[in-house]
């Protein structure tokens, strides 16, 4: 889907009307309760010796469980392989078992013919949690659940063939 | 504040340095918190997630590559936060309060602004009437229409945080924005493509 260059145009101009209104601000006692929030959490976490900020997740970790998702080429063989390092205490067996468990549900739905965006979100995902952007993986896994459960549900609707990518909804098939 | 004092200041808040960290704060508050507060409609919140966004912030630096891109990071931290968030309120569905609803009543406090009390006052109108426009779209329009307008990210970068095509993301805006001018501005003509957005609602 693209868009034509008059519409390009348009997007143009209702961003810049957009940027007419007014911005809202927070209050003066939340910028207080902020600033000493980021302070107790700064001392919290600054290393009283070296001074740096320990970085917040096992990067290495995540690294290696994004190379195992992606190279494996597809994601039930990745989960199915990827036995986690004893050292991220974020990443325990019952989470290896969770991830296949989500595996075989995802098989399950044979409809699903085309894995890529899981994939993508995938990897997005374990993105997300290297960089910090994410904080759990337990969030994680617990939306593989949700989406998969979702994906079950859906499939079982009638309306589940005519709905595309953008969220728009066109004549059901046949 | 040009890119070289940003990669000081990152450097500073990676090191530890308080005012570093605090620098960021007075930095990115006020568009963190309007992001929020247009993505959930209420004040508490907003200033809630604000708050979580900077602990996140201070936890994680250390781990953040420094490539210029300091702003899509950051966002991106909000905009995983709101995507929590939205699905955990699914349960008990969030619900647009305007500043008037709020229990003490206080205008919109001009915390980086220094407009008079009519001023605030009229401003307030206008953000309680976005709020309740921008809460009409479709989650996923409002997300695309609200990190451009905040996080200042481009279409590609909002296209790969969300997942989507780019030519998703592009869509998205534009039908977005064309729909919350028409609820604005109460009249037919903001966009070829009203018609359309009107039936897709």
Redo the contacts between chains.
């Keep these: ?3 034509t260059p ?3 145009r ?2 143009e101009a ?2 810049a ?3 007419g ?8 006692d ?2 207080n ?3 000493a ?3 107790r ?2 001392d919290a ?3 009283p010796k070296r ?7 096992p ?1 290495g970790a995540w690294a290696a469980a994004a190379m195992l998702l992606l190279s494996a080429g597809v994601v039930w063989q990745a989960a199915r392989e990827y036995r986690p390092a004893p050292t991220p205490p974020a990443f325990a067996a019952a989470d290896t078992d969770r991830l296949e468990e989500f595996v075989s549900r995802w098989e399950r739905t044979d409809e699903i013919d085309d894995d890529a ?1 899981v994939l ?2 995938l990897s ?1 995902e374990v993105g ?1 949690l ?6 759990s993986w337990d ?1 994680t896994l617990s ?1 593989l659940e ?1 989406e998969v459960t979702g994906l079950e549900t859906d499939l079982t609707r009638p309306w589940y063939d005519s709905y595309d ?4 909804t066109s004549p059901a098939r046949g | 504040m040009n890119d070289e004092s940003l990669r000081v200041i990152i450097a500073g ?6 005012a570093a ?2 620098a960021l ?1 007075e930095r990115y ?3 963190l ?2 992001f929020f ?2 993505m959930t409609g209420r ?1 508490d919140d ?2 809630e997630m ?2 979580e966004v ?3 912030v ?8 420094d490539h210029g891109r300091f702003e899509p ?1 950051l966002f ?2 909000a905009a ?1 936060l709101t995507r ?1 968030r939205i ?1 955990r309120d699914r349960r008990s569905p969030m619900v647009c309060v305007t500043e008037s609803d709020e229990p003490d009543g ?1 205008p ?6 220094d407009e008079s009390p009519a001023d605030r006052s009229e ?1 307030n109108e ?2 309680d009437r ?1 709020n309740a426009a921008l809460a009409q779209l ?1 989650e ?2 409002r997300q695309v ?1 609200m990190l ?2 905040f996080s200042q990210m481009s279409f590609k970068e909002i296209a ?2 969300m ?3 780019l ?2 993301a ?5 039908r977005g ?2 729909r ?2 028409v609820l604005m501005e109460g009249h037919e003509g ?4 009203d018609a359309y957005a009107a039936r ?1 609602s």
């Design positions: 889907m693209t868009l008059h519409e390009l348009e997007l209702n961003e009307w957009l940027h209104f007014a911005t809202p601000s927070p209050s003066p939340a910028l309760r902020l600033r929030a980021v302070q959490e700064t976490v600054v290393e001074r740096v900020i320990r970085p917040g997740a990067t965006p993508n979100w997005r997300d290297e960089s910090g952007a994410n904080a969030g939306q949700e990518d953008d969220g728009a | 808040a990676q090191r530890g340095d308080r960290l605090a704060v508050a006020g568009r918190f309007g507060y247009h004040r907003a200033e604000m708050q900077f602990l996140r201070v936890r994680m630096i250390g781990a953040y590559s990071w991106r931290i995983n929590d699905r206080d919109l406090p001009g915390a980086f602004t401003q206008e953000i976005l479709p996923a329009e229409v451009r307008h790969e945080l997942g989507t095509p030519g998703t592009l869509a998205r805006a534009h924005l064309a919350l001018r903001a966009s070829d493509h897709a």
